[in-house]
């Protein structure tokens, strides 16, 4: 029954017959073991910020981190130096 069956009706249409849905495989859990290791996002030793930065300085230190360290890694690292700095 389709939520439109009335406005078929109602135009004198005949409603198409319905498909079957298929079904989708089903998947066992993957162990434990198996499974990823949760995001940072999900962490809740990290917060999520945002920083304007200029546009030639991003695309800059993305070319120079590039396959080594993820940016977050580096701002995380960068803030930390500059705390120990401040004391």
Known sequence: MS???GLIAARGGKKAPAKKAARA???EAAPE???ARA???SDPKYR????YVRRDVHD???QTIYRRMELSELVDELLADWLR???
């Not at 999520?48 to 920083?51: D, F, L, M, R």
């Open 3 to 5: 939520k439109f069956d």
């Open 25 to 27: 495989p089903e998947v």
């Open 33 to 35: 073991a198996m499974r």
């Open 39 to 41: 995001g940072k996002r």
């Open 48 to 51: 999520q910020i945002t920083a």
């Open 60 to 62: 800059e230190v993305m």
């Open 85 to 87: 700095k401040q004391k």
